[in-house]
């Protein structure tokens, strides 16, 4: 039953990476920026919860409260002051890309300068809520549970506002059609200043539930926007369903391959998956081709 | 490769074309033949497939099914740069030029890696007598991107043409373009079909239609429904249901 | 301009014999980072596929001296280093230059956590150790002189190829890759070879300045920061000239003499600082306005001589990017 147990972590894990990348989603699919210091977000909500945790003493949930706010209001201003001029300088979505891509790259570098400076590299770790808990048979830990829930409760809000508000339907129609989305009156660069602060936000919320079970440094933010970006393009950049989908198949993917091959080889294990993907279905695995 | 057909030798033999994107058939069961001389057009509302045969002709697209014979051979599965080589050369819908490169390297990239490679300096003296050709003559040091409209197709023609071809598909070269510089575009084609190369055009300027082809191919939502000489086929009521919907295809 | 370019060279190879071991060792980080800027340049610059992966090349190099020296003499052990640097750039290649540009910049983002963990896995694994000793008795002033004979190659490697067929497939590659691949240019060839031979110059850099650490480990060879002061370098100096990222790696190198050792993580962040207001403010480098400069001051021949931004510039790559990953395809 051990292979069971391994799959059902694994399930338990591509949750947290489907909401990882749901944010990516965001970030990417509406606000058209590919943002390489996507992962930085997710360190920050991790180290938050870890000083809540080790500092404050408290519930690693009661750090949302400061991550969250920061988070969400860091990748708002990046987006107004740092991606809007580029936006608008850009002749074609490729320019966009490439200035996207370097701005990015350099804001990762700042960022994990920061966390290294006053953080430095020390791995970091805690223990919260790690009480097994038993499932058809296999025992997995409660707080690896908590943020497959989590995530699961994140994503079905998320596909709420996506099916039935407003602000989710002018979304979607960005991510269709920027140009025609101004069309028809929706503010574009506000929601997506919002969307992308959005996703940030998603990314500390993400970060602080896999806290619980990870260890981390200030440098592992990058394994994470990687994380991010496989599932995004593996799923097809837009869709809710598939981007959880994907995730999942990553996280058991991943879980199936350690255990089978070796736990060291997790970033290998991501590559060919996504390779293999890219070779054989570029279109993404869950998009209508 | 390099054998030259005579004119009434089929150049292009396009059999049962077939291409669907998800649940969209864009070309459906498209058959045409391009003779070795002449002009050919290719029209038909938008949304019709032309461009996509055109892009499933130059390897841009992998049709699902049929068959594309150039000069006998199977050009199925073959990349682009690979049919440019075997000369068959095109133009885009929407121009595209080396915006950052000089006019004179924007036609020298078609003379060195087309049909038959050569090295840069012989490149660009032919690249000289090309653009004079098509009338962009003493401009070769001008960026591309600087060009106005009608020179950047004039350029992109000028870079199509330095790949050699024996069959050359325009796809709406001439739109966009004042009655003026319409009739030095007809004319040009006109020049290029005479000096011997083949020439499919897809077109909406129907007055070009009748000026310059011989022969005409009709699509309409990805099927062939008509083909014939120019003037036969403008007055066909299935042509103009196609292109004006049933209430106005009156005789 | 091509006496000069000798002189200067002249110059430089003779400068050992007569400053202090320190000038030395700064010119030798000096002279890596061109090579490795120029390398970059050579083919992100041209086609605008922009590569995050210098630091795995790199560190493959650093990584193959390390294993192979104590096998063999230390010349074979560095061309070993720049054959495998070629034959990984080869095989990622393969895989990810027929896709579109997002793609090919996304894989080469991980793949320097990549190799980093499997060649950590690879040595505790079968090795039992983590890290490697190196026994060289090479000078520094050799080391010194192969850098700079790599710099002067790459940079003149780089002028050479721009004005041979290779050199135009590359720039219509980056201007418009439809466009060349439907005018006869063998574009995944094309790509996929000159990615190939800037990577084995990354990796040959990484295993001669192998020689100058006594100890090594995977941390060590594959250090992120490596890929990112190649792009400031390169994006700072100007990547379509062939001499442009040299010009880029001299203030960097400068700068990272006296922050780096003192306050590495302030360097890291100066250098993201820089970055972004390399971006925003001088796009396409140094090299055009240097040039512009330089023409004014000969003769007022061509005051039309275009700006060309690197960042509009990079049209053609990502092109459909975005469109792609929503409707996907390859060519």
Redesign the interface.
């Known amino acids: 039953m051990i292979l069971f147990e391994v799959f059902l972590n694994g399930i338990l894990l591509g949750g947290s990476y489907g909401l990882i990348a749901l944010g990516l989603n965001l970030q990417?699919g509406v606000a058209?920026i590919?943002n390489?210091s996507y992962g930085e977000y997710l360190m920050g909500g991790a180290f938050t919860a870890f000083f809540a945790v080790m500092l404050w003493k408290v519930s690693p949930f009661l750090s949302l409260l400061v991550s969250l706010p920061i988070a969400f209001a860091m990748n708002w201003l990046i987006y107004r002051y740092?991606m809007v001029?580029?936006v608008r300088?850009?002749?074609?979505?490729?320019?966009l890309?490439?200035?996207v891509?370097?701005?990015t790259?350099?804001?990762?570098?700042?960022?994990?300068?920061?966390a290294?400076?006053y953080w430095s590299g020390d791995l970091r770790g805690y223990s919260f809520l790690a009480t097994p808990v038993h499932i058809l048979g296999a025992t997995v830990a409660l707080n690896r549970l908590l943020s497959f829930l989590g995530a699961c409760a994140l994503a079905l809000g998320l596909f709420y506002l996506l099916r039935h508000t407003r602000f989710g339907a002018a979304l979607r129609a960005i991510t269709i059609d920027p140009v025609a989305a101004g069309i028809v009156g929706v503010d574009v660069q506000r929601t997506s200043a919002l969307a992308f602060a959005t996703g940030g936000a998603l990314a500390a919320i993400s970060g602080m539930l896999i806290s619980m079970f990870i260890s981390f440094s200030a440098t592992t933010g990058?394994?994470y926007?990687?994380k991010a970006?496989?599932v995004?393009?593996m799923a097809?950049?837009?869709r809710v369903t598939g981007t959880l989908a994907a995730g999942l198949l990553l996280g058991v993917v991943e879980a199936l391959g350690g255990y089978l091959i070796?736990p060291?080889?997790?970033?290998?294990i991501?590559?060919a998956l996504?390779?293999l993907v890219?070779?054989l279905?570029?279109?993404?695995l869950f998009?209508r081709? | 490769m390099s054998t030259p057909a005579a004119k009434g030798n089929v150049l292009l033999d396009v059999r049962g074309l077939r291409k669907s994107f998800g649940g969209l058939v864009a070309v459906r069961d498209m058959s045409l033949t391009i003779p070795a001389r002449g002009i050919t057009g290719l029209i038909g509302p938008n949304g019709s497939g032309k461009t996509t045969v055109l892009n499933l002709i130059?390897g841009?697209l992998h049709p699902d099914q049929g068959l594309v014979l150039f000069k006998g051979q199977n050009i199925f599965g073959w990349?682009?740069?690979?049919i440019?080589?075997a000369r068959i050369?095109?133009t885009?819908q929407l121009v595209?030029?080396?915006?950052?490169?000089t006019v004179q390297?924007n036609v020298?990239?078609?003379r060195?890696?087309?049909?038959d490679?050569t090295?840069?300096s012989l490149a660009a003296q032919d690249a000289t007598e090309l653009l004079k050709r098509v009338g962009l003559g003493g401009r070769d040091a001008v960026?591309a991107g600087?060009l106005t409209y009608i020179d950047q197709k004039r350029l992109e023609l000028a870079?199509?043409l330095a790949?050699r071809p024996e069959l050359l598909l325009l796809d709406e070269w001439l739109a966009g373009l004042n009655p003026a510089e319409l009739q030095i575009g007809i004319d040009l084609i006109r020049v290029i079909g005479r000096d011997g190369i083949a020439i499919v055009m897809i077109e909406h300027v129907m007055e070009a239609i009748r000026a310059l082809c011989d022969r005409v191919y009709v699509m309409n939502a990805g099927e062939k429904i008509a083909e014939g000489g120019p003037d036969a086929v403008l007055s066909d009521p299935r042509v103009m249901r196609a292109y004006l919907g049933a209430d106005h295809a009156a005789a | 301009m091509g006496v000069l370019f000798a002189l200067g060279a002249v110059a430089l190879a003779l400068l050992p014999l007569f400053v202090s071991s320190y000038i030395i060792s700064v010119f030798i980080v000096l002279y890596a980072n061109v090579a490795l800027a120029t390398a970059w340049a050579f083919f992100s610059g041209t086609t605008?596929y922009?590569s995050?992966a210098t630091a795995a090349f790199f560190g493959t190099g650093i990584y193959v001296l390390a294993v192979a020296h104590v096998y063999m003499p230390v010349a074979v052990a560095l061309a070993l280093a720049a054959v495998v640097g070629f034959l990984v750039a080869l095989v990622i290649g393969l895989?990810?230059l027929r896709?579109r540009?997002?793609?090919f910049?996304?894989?080469t983002?991980?793949l320097t956590?990549?190799v980093h963990?499997?060649i950590?896995?690879w040595d505790?694994?079968f090795n039992k150790t983590a890290s490697r000793y190196i026994f060289t008795d090479v000078s520094n002033t050799s080391i010194y002189w192969t850098l700079l004979a790599v710099a002067l190659i790459a940079i003149v490697g780089s002028w050479y190829v721009s004005?041979?067929?290779l050199g135009?497939?590359l720039?219509?590659i980056g201007?418009?890759e439809?466009?060349?691949?439907?005018?006869?240019?063998?574009?995944?060839r094309v790509k996929v070879i000159c990615f190939a031979l800037s990577a084995s110059v990354m990796a040959f850099v990484g295993a001669v300045l192998a020689l100058r650490y006594p100890y090594v480990d995977a941390s060590i060879a594959f250090n992120?920061?490596w890929s990112?002061q190649v792009?400031i370098a390169a994006?700072l100096g100007g990547p379509t000239r062939p001499w442009g990222p040299a010009v880029g790696a001299i203030p960097l190198v400068m700068l990272s003499e006296f922050l780096a050792g003192t306050f590495?993580?302030?360097?890291?962040?100066a250098?993201?600082?820089?970055?972004?207001v390399i971006?925003?403010f001088l796009?396409g480098g140094v090299a055009p306005l240097l040039e512009r400069w330089w023409q004014a001051l000969r003769a007022p021949r061509d005051p039309g001589a275009?700006h060309?931004p690197f960042?509009?510039?990079?049209?053609?790559?990502?092109?459909?990017?975005?469109?792609?990953?929503?409707?996907?395809?390859?060519?």
Not at chain 3, 264 to 269: D, K, L, M, T
Not at chain 3, 313 to 325: D, K, P, T, V
């Open positions: 990417f058209r590919l390489l740092l001029p580029l300088r850009a002749p074609d979505q490729d320019a890309d490439a200035d891509v370097l701005v790259f350099g804001l990762l570098f700042i960022c994990q300068g920061w290294l400076v990058v394994e926007t990687l970006l496989i995004v393009i097809g950049v837009g070796d060291g080889l997790t970033i290998a991501n590559f996504f390779t890219l070779l279905r570029p279109t993404g998009t081709a | 130059t841009e990349p682009p740069f690979r440019n080589r050369a095109r885009f595209r030029v080396l915006s950052h490169m390297q020298m990239v078609g060195m890696f087309g049909a490679p090295s840069p960026l600087q870079r199509a790949t | 605008r922009i995050l895989s990810t896709l540009g997002v793609y910049v996304v894989f983002f991980g956590e990549l963990q499997v950590n896995w505790i694994r004005r041979i067929r135009y497939a720039r219509a201007e418009d439809t466009v060349a691949r439907h005018t006869g240019v063998d574009t995944t992120s920061n990112f792009l994006l590495p993580h302030h360097f890291g962040i250098l993201g600082l820089c970055f972004v971006v925003y796009p275009t060309t960042s509009s510039r990079l049209a053609a790559r990502l092109r459909a990017g975005a469109s792609r990953l929503e409707a996907g395809g390859r060519t």
